[in-house]
């Protein structure tokens, strides 16, 4: 047992007490260790400090970075815009999404003072997320040298359960983190699956590929293979698809390039 005892001195410590059956000439008798531990609940409670310093920094560092996603498409639509190339409406209507995504991002700050049941309740088309992704990253994608090649809108799809800014916030990660694999350019395929029950979302590059070892890690906090990453757009990502009953399975090829297979429950409609 723990508990506390006062010295001689009027100093108040942490003590262990052990308790062990032993003979003592020969008589049974109980053999007590009494042992301070102050120094080391100490110890104990300076981690716990330090432990909860260390998740405020991650909570953070990811707050910082789903923002910025939104904020470095506001900034090069506005400069597109400034530079006097026109503005199309679709544009200002995905400007006005990503400020609608940033409050969001800001408001679950309040939600993690007092957690809310997120709600999961509404059918989403796969394929408009998709097509609303594509077009805020094609501008970068171009930049790199990269084309996003898709065929969307001639495959019968069922639509899934969800919460569309968080489903466009996983494919944004994801698309951007194959952008950013393929400095020598290339394509980017994103295909639509319906079998199974399960609705995939299949994400293909032609990056130079990750190791086995690698791909276990994807998802950690702060593990990346990027030099300017932080591994936590993945992190999130994943917790994302987990909390619409989903998966995501990696199958990597180094030299050829990387598959993302996202996986969600078909909403059926007969039910």
């Known amino acids: 047992m723990e508990l506390q005892c006062v010295r001689f001195d009027g100093a108040v410590i942490d003590v262990e007490m052990k308790s062990l059956p032993t003979l003592y000439k020969n008589e049974p008798a109980v053999h ?3 042992r301070d531990i102050t120094e080391r609940n100490q110890t104990r409670e300076l981690l716990k400090a330090s432990e909860k310093l260390n998740i405020a920094g991650q909570l953070a560092a990811g707050i910082a970075h789903e923002i910025r996603n939104p904020l470095s498409a506001l900034k090069g639509f506005l400069q597109f815009i400034r530079s006097g190339s026109g503005g199309k409406k679709e544009y200002f209507e995905i400007m006005l999404d990503e400020i609608n995504r940033i409050e969001l991002i800001v408001g679950e700050l309040l939600i993690l003072a007092k957690p809310e049941q997120s709600m999961l309740e509404r059918q989403i088309d796969l394929r408009i997320v998709l097509k609303q ?6 501008a970068q ?3 790199n040298g990269v084309q996003l090649v898709s065929e969307l809108s001639s495959i019968s799809l069922s639509p899934i359960v969800g919460d569309e800014n968080q489903l466009k916030q996983v494919f944004i ?3 951007k983190n194959a952008i950013e694999a393929m400095p020598a350019g290339g394509d980017i395929r994103i295909e639509l ?3 199974d029950g399960m609705v995939e979302v299949h994400i293909t590059d032609q990056g130079g590929g990750m190791p086995e ?4 890690r994807l998802g950690e906090p702060f593990y990346t293979t990027k030099e300017s990453g932080n591994g936590l757009g993945l992190m999130v990502s994943f917790k994302i698809v ?3 009953n989903g998966s995501i399975n990696i199958h990597s090829q180094q030299g050829v390039g990387t598959v993302f ?3 969600f429950p078909a909403f059926d409609q007969n039910r």
Not at 133 to 138: D, N, R, S, Y
Not at 213 to 216: G, L, N, Q, R, V
């Open 133 to 138: 992704v594509i077009v805020l990253l094609e």
């Open 193 to 195: 699956v319906q079998q």
């Open 213 to 216: 070892a690698s791909i276990h």
């Open 242 to 244: 987990e909390q619409h």
């Open 141 to 143: 994608a171009i930049l």
């Open 261 to 263: 297979r996202v996986s």
């Open 32 to 34: 007590t260790i009494v």
């Open 173 to 175: 990660n994801i698309i």
